[in-house]
């Protein structure tokens, strides 16, 4: 029993030094991968109580407080609520604290890339507390407009990258990248047209009235065509990759809401495969969530004029009034330097992406009896897939006749 004991008691030594050993290696040049995998655990943690909790949550009498106790999904959906809340607080917190933030000497510097301990411990209690809440703060939460906002965010990301490709591409000014650009273009095109003749076979089956997902497909076609004469029109001057990329995101967006109808509806031919079909969407949005986060963490970030623009130095930081040795005058001007990315706009990133999480795993409800235990399923799930992907085609379309139309105006 003693051996035992001084055996346990070693181990959580042990596990306590490496949790250490781990924190303490955060550096500053990964700070931002360390707030990356602390969302990437939320998510985690999220998917776990969501199958796991609602047997204990039912026992919790200022959650359970009904005259009839609800579904066993509403408890899962509560779960998952409650996790996305404490994620967003926690975010939103660093968020509002690091706004101003504009030189390394801000001591707030070091809190956003130090005291990772603190902040995990802060970050654990936060979720932990949220499961103390009342019910009618949960469902306020909702986070269905922050999770809009995020879509957004990703839309608006996307096209930068790929205006940012081309240009990157076209200024070599070599004919390598030309045909690039074109094989690139074709191949994108090519995944397009084929992927909406599968979308038109799944979805569309013969003997059914499936106009709406006709219509979905036919005007996801149009708009892809729209795309192409647009961008190559003699007063826009633009470029087919763009325009290829962006069809064939708009085509999965489609795919993506044609995947989320409702097992029972008789034009979505995946519900043979309803389980694989779920449990493969949840993954890939998942990873697309985790991924959408690291770039637009990393991407939007980096654009010190949000929120917190750069400005010169202080009065009086230029030279000192006694002199220093080589060491302290390199100390103090990496001091000096500018923050490299906006502190708060980047934990803004990781609060929408909080919500978008939980209504990914909730289907974009605040109650998944709909679909069971499907996840990411039932008509708001359609819907919103839909409409990102015409928010998508209008903002492409904008960016190419906005120069057009408002000459004056730097876009």
Request: aromatic share 14%; charged share 15%; net charge neutral.
């Amino acid at each position: 029993m003693w051996a035992a004991s001084c055996l346990a008691s070693c181990c959580a030594a042990c596990a306590c030094d490496a949790c250490r050993t781990v924190v303490s290696g955060i550096s500053r040049r990964s700070a931002r991968i360390a707030y990356c995998g602390l969302f990437a655990l939320s998510l985690v943690v999220s998917w776990i109580l969501r199958e796991v909790a609602a047997p204990l949550m039912e026992k919790l009498p200022w959650i359970n407080h009904f005259h009839k106790t609800p579904d066993r999904e509403w408890f899962e959906t509560d779960a998952v609520l409650r996790v996305s809340l404490g994620n967003f607080l926690f975010f939103t917190i660093l968020s509002v604290s690091m706004v101003g933030v504009k030189n390394q000497r801000d001591p707030r510097d070091a809190v956003h890339h130090g005291g990772w301990m603190m902040k995990i411990i802060c970050w654990f209690i936060l979720v932990i507390l949220m499961f103390f809440v009342p019910n009618e703060i949960i469902s306020f939460y909702a986070s269905k407009f922050g999770a809009g906002l995020f879509l957004l965010v990703q839309v608006v990301l996307l096209l930068d990258f790929v205006h940012g490709w081309n240009d990157k591409w076209v200024g070599y000014d070599e004919q390598f990248w030309y045909v690039a650009l074109l094989v690139v273009s074709l191949v994108c095109y090519l995944a397009t047209f084929g992927f909406s003749g599968l979308l038109f076979h799944w979805f569309t089956p013969s003997g059914q009235d499936c106009g709406l997902n006709t219509f979905f497909i036919v005007m996801t076609l149009t708009l892809v065509l729209l795309f192409a004469i647009v961008a190559l029109h003699p007063a826009v001057g633009g470029s087919i990759l763009p325009a290829s990329v962006i069809s064939l995101y708009c085509m999965y967006l489609c795919y993506s809401g044609l995947a989320s109808e409702p097992r029972d509806y008789e034009c979505n031919g995946l519900h043979k495969h309803s389980k694989a079909i779920s449990t493969g969407t949840l993954t890939l949005g998942l990873l697309t969530t985790v991924l959408s986060v690291v770039y637009s963490a990393v991407r939007a970030g980096s654009s010190t004029t949000l929120l917190s623009p750069p400005s010169s130095p202080r009065a009086g930081a230029g030279k000192p009034l006694l002199p220093m040795d080589k060491a302290d005058e390199h100390e103090e001007k990496e001091k000096n330097k500018p923050v490299s990315y906006s502190y708060a706009f980047f934990h803004i990133i990781f609060s929408l992406a909080s919500m978008y999480s939980a209504m990914l795993l909730t289907g974009w409800s605040t109650s998944v009896g709909e679909s069971g235990k499907l996840v990411d399923v039932g008509w708001p799930s359609v819907w919103v897939r839909i409409i990102t992907g015409w928010a998508t085609a209008g903002l492409y379309v904008w960016s190419l006749v906005a120069p057009i139309l408002f000459p004056e105006r730097e876009f």
